[in-house]
T-cell receptor, first 116, second 114 residues
Framework: AQKVTQAQTEISVVEKEDVTLDCVYE???????LFWYKQPPSGELVFLIR??????QNEISGRYSWNFQKSTSSFNFTITASQVVDSAVYFC?????????????FGAGTRLFVKA | IAGITQAPTSQILAAGRRMTLRCTQD?????MYWYRQDLGLGLRLIHY???????GKGEVPDGYSVSRANTDDFPLTLASAVPSQTSVYFC?????????????FGEGSRLTVL
């Protein structure tokens, strides 16, 4: 069964600190996709990254980096030198195949507060 | 650029009433989804459609129905609303039926059932 666990409900950091958001997933499929989305206080959902199950290479995009480890079923997200604008709820998501297509499910989200 | 349009933006509804949340996309995406967002529970998939004419159940389908008569529209109906259906509802679409790509979301519909 599909499951995504984000154990951290809320994290509070001071600006310029590094912060890692954890994501652990469960799936029986060998082909699947992992995502991170950001939901700022304005409420919209913004796509950040997609990873497929065959590509464990870590990725860096500016201050954001992602660590995908199949051995531990984790897809963690690190923000380096956090800024107040990073304050948001972050969702990890898993997409796997079902009859007729794919379904994407989300974790409960981690609310990040970055204080000036 | 419209993307995904949801209506209404917000609605207060008496329990027992029927309600349809509308969702329209202009990106010609094959796949569409309905999620509900509740504090502490994240986004939960209600129903999905991988292509026009087909629908499937998500994690929390009870009390909801959907239809997909064409590519662009994916309405969500609450046949007889109950207070536990108070939530923010997000419609989403993705580029392919395989859903290997990102989800594009509407701005959400806030529904309060009294």
């Amino acid at each position: 069964a599909q499951k995504v666990t984000q154990a951290q409900t809320e994290i509070s950091v001071v600006e310029k600190e590094d912060v890692t958001l954890d994501c652990v997933y469960e799936t029986r499929d060998t082909t699947y996709y992992l995502f991170w989305y950001k939901q700022p206080p304005s409420g919209e959902l913004v796509f950040l990254i997609r990873r497929n199950s065959f590509d464990e290479q870590n990725e860096i995009s500016g201050r954001y980096s992602w660590n995908f480890q199949k051995s531990t079923s984790s897809f963690n997200f690190t923000i380096t030198a956090s800024q107040v604008v990073d304050s948001a709820v972050y969702f990890c998501a898993l997409s796997e195949a079902h009859t007729g297509g794919f379904k994407t499910i989300f974790g409960a989200g981690t609310r990040l507060f970055v204080k000036a | 650029i419209a993307g995904i349009t949801q209506a209404p933006t917000s609605q207060i509804l008496a329990a027992g009433r029927r309600m349809t949340l509308r969702c329209t996309q202009d990106m010609r995406h094959n796949a569409m989804y309905w999620y509900r967002q509740d504090l502490g529970l994240g986004l939960r998939l209600i129903h999905y459609s991988n292509t026009a004419g087909t629908t499937g159940k998500g994690e929390v389908p009870d009390g909801y129905s959907v239809s997909r008569a064409n590519t662009d529209d994916f309405p969500l109906t609450l046949a007889s609303a109950v207070p536990s259906q108070t939530s923010v509802y997000f419609c989403a679409s993705s580029r392919s039926g395989g859903n290997t790509g990102e989800l594009f979301f509407g701005e959400g519909s806030r529904l309060t059932v009294l």
